[in-house]
């Protein structure tokens, strides 16, 4: 639900249509849905209390058009909602005329106040643009830091691993540098051409993730990953650990299930059903052997991710392959 308000204050369609209709011609087409709403609201209202309000029920149809099609477009509806009110509604009915001479002037006062009504919205409207403008800028520079950060961590294990002549110590730096990596690849897919209404599309999120992952160490072992995912939205610090747990869960598959010349197949499968996200991470390696594959620190993140992500962890292993099958709780 909360999802959905934040969504819907980023409507704009005159911006939406841009494509396909001049902007002046999308409002207009609004405002006149806009109107046929109000006006078959009003022809209900008629049927129960006849007469009652007779400007009452523009004034929501006033607001949607126009907090969503921009103010021509409420001013267009407030004048045909208005129009229709005094001339099918009021005394005397099909007719711009008026009983007493007093009706005059508070037709005017209601028009008068619809129209203050559109200028009210368009106010508000724009000013949440704004903020959600500054909002998008801020979240932008935060994002170039931290990407700044995870290259600058990069780099010093890069340089320690460089100055190392231990091999055992270079083979755990080199492992803490492709999770670091990992991660830094991870948030630059979450964050980018988002719209930061707080979810994340995960179909595009995880689709992206794998052809990454698949481009860079996925050819270094000749390893496909295949991507099934459902556009789902899901909150964005949930979506944050599951992209770090397809990284890890990819990367253990990519070094441990497979013999060192290559080949083989890695599945990432993303669901939501019976209110809960399942997540399925198979390969078709040589599978696990004890507790997890050699290098257990892999598996122990894992374990800790889930359960950051209020989830549960399902591993099934053999000699066909190894799957693992993550649900996260709502």
């Known amino acids: 639900m909360r999802l959905g308000i934040k969504r819907l204050t980023h409507v704009d369609l005159p911006q939406k249509a841009a494509h396909l209709l001049p902007v002046v011609a999308t409002q207009i087409l609004f405002a006149i849905v806009c109107s ?4 078959g609201l009003r022809f209900f209202a008629d049927l129960f209390l006849p007469g009652a309000g007779p400007f009452a029920l523009t004034i929501p149809a006033v607001l949607v058009a126009t907090l969503f099609g921009r103010w021509l477009c409420g001013a267009i509806t407030e004048t045909i909602s208005s129009l229709y009110a005094w001339y099918f509604v009021l005394p005397i009915q099909g007719s711009f005329q008026f009983i007493a001479a007093a009706d005059g002037p508070r037709v005017i006062a209601n028009m008068l106040a619809g129209y203050f009504v559109v200028a009210l919205a368009e106010l508000f409207r724009r000013a949440v643009r704004n903020a959600l403008a500054d909002r998008d800028a801020l979240l932008l520079e935060l994002q170039h830091r931290v990407k700044n950060n995870f290259a600058s961590i990069a780099s010093v294990l890069r340089l320690q691993v460089s100055a190392t002549d231990s091999d055992d110590a270079k083979q755990e730096l080199n492992a803490a540098l492709g999770r670091v990596e990992s ?4 948030y630059e897919f979450l964050y ?6 707080g979810a994340v599309d995960m179909r595009v999120y995880l689709e ?3 052809k990454a992952l698949a481009s860079s160490i996925g050819s270094a072992r000749n390893v496909q ?3 099934d995912t459902e556009a789902v939205d899901m909150p964005r610090d949930r979506a944050i650990l599951v992209g770090l747990l397809v990284n890890e869960v990819v990367n253990n598959s990519i070094k441990h299930a497979f013999e060192p010349e290559g080949g083989g197949e890695i599945r990432v499968r993303f669901r939501r059903q019976d209110g809960a996200y399942h997540l399925v991470v198979s390969d078709n390696g040589r599978g696990m052997t004890g507790e997890g594959r050699p290098g257990s620190l892999g598996m122990r993140l894992i374990r800790g991710l889930t359960a950051q992500a209020n989830g549960t962890l399902e591993t099934k292993s053999g000699a066909d392959g190894t799957r693992q099958e993550f649900t996260f709780l709502p």
């Open 192 to 197: 980018h051409d988002a719209d930061y209404t």
């Open 208 to 210: 992206g993730l794998c």
């Open 225 to 227: 990953i295949l991507c």
């Open 36 to 39: 046929g709403v109000s006006i």
């Open 183 to 186: 991660f830094a690849q991870a």
